[in-house]
Each structure stands twice: as structure tokens, then as C-alpha cells.
């Protein structure tokens, strides 16, 4: 059998496979009013895309076209939501990361601080306990003696 001929019929019960299964399930809701997951909610509407090409590829129609651009735009708005989801979790995601980083930053600056008080404690309590001395040399230095 030709390859045409072939394909031609693999199309035509495609597509009545495609219409019987579409009989049999009730038509889905506008998305307006459905509580569907958006994965769910996509799949819906690429199966009716599914079902108005195929109709449309069997028997061309301005209506069958129009619904095929409005499934479109649909699922566009609906890729564009997942989208804006996932850049949503990504700036949740990089905000925590951020706020990571910033308290480790803190946290590196309070050592520093800490050794830097030690530091200074150190080094008042030897001013203080060598206090004489330190003023003897400094007087040195002044008066040239």
C-alpha cells in the first residue's frame, strides 16, 4: 500500500478515534470558573487544540480556526502563569540565598569586631599595667633626654 494512501488512513481514524472520544467527554468549563491545577488546566486545553486541529485539518473552517487561536492564546496565558510562577519561586529562592549570605556576612563581621575588641582589651589592659613606662619613654622622646 502506498505511503499516501497509508498516512491518509491513519489520519482518518485518528480523527474518528479523536471525535468519538470527544463525544464521550463532556466539554471542560471556562477556566474562569474551574479549581484546576494549571498543569491539569494545560492539558486540558492542548487536548481540545488537539481535538480543532485535527478538525480543522479534516475539514478547513473560519469558526475551527478562530477556536484554534483562542486554545492558543489560552495556553499562552497559561505558559506565561507557570512563567511568572516559577520567576516568583526563582526571586523567593535567591532572596532567601541573599539573606543567607548577608547574615553569614554578619556573622563574619561579628568576629572580626570580637577580635578586634580582644585586641583592644589586650591592649589597654598593657597601656595600663605598663603605664609608667609608656609616659617615661614618651617624656624621653619629647625632651630629648
Request: charged fraction near 15%.
Given at each position: 500500500m502506498p505511503l499516501f494512501i497509508r498516512y491518509c488512513l491513519s489520519a482518518v481514524l485518528s480523527l474518528t478515534?479523536?471525535?468519538l472520544s470527544a463525544q464521550a467527554q463532556p466539554r471542560h468549563a471556562p477556566a474562569t470558573t474551574q479549581?484546576?491545577?494549571?498543569?491539569?488546566?494545560?492539558h486540558q486545553h492542548e487536548a481540545e487544540l488537539?481535538?480543532?486541529v485535527a478538525l480543522y485539518r479534516a475539514a478547513p473552517a473560519?469558526?475551527?480556526r478562530t477556536q484554534i487561536r483562542t486554545e492558543l492564546n489560552v495556553l499562552f496565558e497559561i505558559n506565561l502563569g507557570e512563567k511568572e510562577a516559577e520567576i516568583a519561586a526563582l526571586r523567593e529562592e535567591l532572596a532567601s540565598l541573599q539573606q543567607q549570605?548577608?547574615?553569614?556576612?554578619?556573622?563574619?563581621?561579628?568576629?572580626?569586631?570580637?577580635?578586634?575588641?580582644?585586641?583592644?582589651e589586650k591592649t589597654l589592659q598593657f597601656r595600663r599595667s605598663n603605664r609608667e613606662s609608656?609616659?617615661?619613654?614618651?617624656?624621653?622622646?619629647?625632651l630629648g633626654s
Open positions: 478515534a479523536l471525535a479549581r484546576v491545577a494549571p498543569s491539569a488546566l494545560k488537539n481535538r480543532l473560519e469558526s475551527l549570605n548577608q547574615q553569614q556576612a554578619y556573622q563574619a563581621q561579628i568576629r572580626e569586631m570580637q577580635t578586634l575588641l580582644s585586641q583592644a609608656i609616659v617615661n619613654q614618651r617624656l624621653a622622646e619629647l
